[in-house]
């Protein structure tokens, strides 16, 4: 069965800094795997999304993953952080286990970032 | 705006009660999914459906159920509310039943809390 861990429930940087947000996923095939944030108070929206292309995807904001196959890890990265990327971020794997669920989604627990100036 | 639009943002009923939840796709999407979001069970799948019919169903409850009209809008059908039915309920849509890569894209949620 496809699943996905978010190593951290909470990350906090500082405004400018780096973010990195950890996702290791568990799959028995080539997964299709998304990141979608959350603002406070409002759905969810498509960072990125990777499907067996680059294995760097480049998505919204400046925000980017990297699938590692060796490592099990899709971990999503931005350069600089800024105030409006307060939210949380959900990885997520699409479920291919059988030809009736294919598609849906699977979401790991979560990480909130919270970002100080 | 991601063109997924969900009445009524906000729920409030008692235990026991029965409520109706509804979801309008984006323009042309014929698929239509609801997720539900608790503080205990994080975001779960709970049933899929393509252009009117059911696809695939994921952690729903008896007590819930849904349909997809003709005119592709969705809804979902709470019944016998308990508390622990208090959560957010995301709908989202796709163009075709989602293959491994398609986006779905989601609406903002129904609040649904249950006193």
């Known amino acids: 069965a496809q699943s996905v861990t978010q190593l951290d429930s909470h990350v906090s940087v500082s405004e400018g800094t780096p973010v990195l947000l950890r996702c290791n996923y568990s799959?028995?095939?080539?997964?299709?795997l998304f990141w979608y944030v959350q603002h406070p108070n409002k759905g969810l929206q498509l960072l990125l999304k990777?499907?067996?292309?680059?294995?760097l995807v480049k998505g919204i904001n400046g925000f980017e993953a990297e699938f590692k196959k060796s490592e099990t890890s899709f971990h999503l990265t931005k350069p600089s952080a800024h105030m409006s990327d307060a939210a949380e971020y959900f990885c997520?794997?699409?479920?291919?286990?059988?030809?009736?669920?294919?598609?849906?989604?699977?979401f790991g627990k979560g990480t909130k970032l919270s970002v100080k100036p | 705006d991601s063109g997924v639009t969900q009445t009524p943002k906000h729920l409030i009923t008692a235990t026991g009660q029965r409520v109706t939840l509804r979801c309008s796709p984006r323009?042309?999407?014929?698929?239509v999914y609801w997720y539900q979001q608790s503080l205990d069970q994080g975001l779960q799948f709970l049933i899929q459906?393509?252009?009117?019919?059911?696809?695939a169903k994921g952690n729903i409850l008896e007590r819930f159920s849904a349909q997809q009209f003709p005119d592709l809008h969705s809804e979902l059908n709470l019944s016998s509310l308990e508390l622990g039915d208090s959560a957010l309920y995301f709908c989202?849509?796709?163009?075709?039943?989602?293959?491994?890569?398609?986006?779905?894209?989601f609406g903002p949620g129904t609040r649904l809390t249950v006193l």
């Open positions: 459906y393509y252009n009117g019919e059911e696809r």
């Open positions: 989202a849509s796709s163009a075709f039943p989602a293959g491994v890569t398609d986006t779905q894209y």
């Open positions: 997520v794997v699409s479920d291919g286990s059988s030809k009736g669920s294919q598609g849906n989604l699977i």
């Open positions: 323009s042309g999407d014929l698929s």
């Open positions: 990777y499907t067996s292309a680059a294995t």
């Open positions: 799959s028995s095939y080539s997964p299709s």
